[in-house]
């Protein structure tokens, strides 16, 4: 992945003339000449709670302050990454660098570019478990049901706590969508670590998941479940993130792919880009580098995320949100102008 993200800077770098410390003395331009040709910003419709609310902060901004015309397309995210490639899409929001084998082939070839960092300190994924399982909850009544459960290589010894309903004879780990890579990788997982007892159950989709996690919460039941931050999931509740072994680059990549060679290896932290159609970069460098300028921070990002669900507001509510409660952190993505345009438009 060395190569891909040096080009990418390197592209960047003579798109855009703004965005870096030694030139941020220089004058941030104000309008995009891609948008004042009538041109439309087509953006993928992420299917996750944070790829919508950060897809509607930058569609918000890029309306109001540039007068851009944008759009989200829906698709799952093999289908939205593949049109990105094609020129079919021009931005990505919230892309997991490395995950997706779509991007990186696009990335290596480039037709794509990944630039940013949409989240200080990256993200993070996992497998969890409620805390009232490992240390009890005297206030609910709920005494630890596992306690000397601390790794993955601890769940042979509580495989009964999470018992398949469907097939007894196994135990069950909530997991991921068909079309998310982290459905194979929990696969992947479950072989390299031996746990032969344990299946991954599909929940079909991520408010599904949610519901079958916070349903066992409130009941003060065990589950074992795949998730990931940053979410307003592990927001809300307690949970403790099972130990996986260390990183190992090599087992990994196999374990990505469910090798039946796999090894074992925690999931990494990830960096979360914007991901841009390469040639849509070209023709929009001040766009460019506003992508590359935006970056949210996990506090406010989790805590957006809360919001959304605690409330039901919708991405886009939520956005104007974010833009209302925290200026001092987006007006530094965007010209003084620009940043004037998009505060008079929330009013």
């Not at 989200?72 to 995950?99: C, H, K, M, R």
């Not at 344990?198 to 349903?215: E, H, R, T």
């Not at 403790?240 to 990183?247: A, G, N, V, W």
């Amino acid at each position: 992945m060395i190569k891909p993200m040096l080009t990418a800077a390197a592209l960047t770098a003579a798109l855009t003339t703004v965005g870096s410390p030694a030139t941020a003395a220089a004058p941030m331009p104000t309008t995009s000449p891609f948008c004042q040709s009538g041109k439309t910003v087509r953006f993928a419709e992420i299917t996750w709670e944070s790829g919508q609310f950060i897809t509607e902060v930058m569609r918000h901004i890029l309306e109001k302050g540039y007068g851009c015309k944008t759009r989200a397309v829906p698709g799952s995210s093999t289908i939205t990454e593949t049109a990105l490639a094609n020129g079919d899409l021009e931005v990505w929001a919230e892309e997991w660098e490395g995950l997706y084998d779509v991007t990186n082939k696009a990335v290596a070839s480039g037709k794509a570019t990944l630039v940013g960092k949409v989240l200080g300190g990256g993200a993070f994924e996992g497998w969890f478990v409620p805390d009232y399982v490992v240390k009890g909850d005297a206030k609910r009544g709920i005494k630890p049901m596992a306690p000397g459960l601390k790794s993955v290589y601890d769940l042979p010894k509580y495989k009964a706590l999470f018992k398949d309903e469907e097939n007894p004879r196994k135990s069950r780990l909530y997991g991921c969508f068909p079309g998310w890579a982290c459905q194979k990788t929990n696969w992947g997982k479950l072989r390299a670590y031996k746990l032969n007892d344990f299946v991954q159950f599909n929940p079909g989709s991520q408010a599904a998941l949610d519901a079958s996690v916070a349903s066992a919460y409130k009941r003060g039941e065990p589950i074992l479940f795949y998730y990931w931050g940053p979410t307003s999931l592990l927001g809300k509740y307690n949970f403790i993130q099972l130990e996986d072994p260390k990183y190992n680059k090599a087992c990994y990549d196999l374990v990505r792919e469910n090798s039946p060679k796999s090894c074992p290896s925690g999931s990494p932290v990830t960096t979360l880009r914007v991901n841009l159609n390469t040639a849509f970069m070209k023709q929009a460098p001040v766009l460019t580098g506003f992508f590359e300028r935006t970056q949210f921070t996990l506090p406010q990002l989790q805590g957006m995320l809360a919001r959304m669900i605690d409330e039901r507001m919708k991405p886009d509510a939520a956005a104007r949100e974010y833009l209302k409660k925290y200026p001092d952190t987006w007006t530094k993505w965007v010209p003084a102008e620009v940043a004037t345009k998009v505060q008079a438009s929330l009013k």
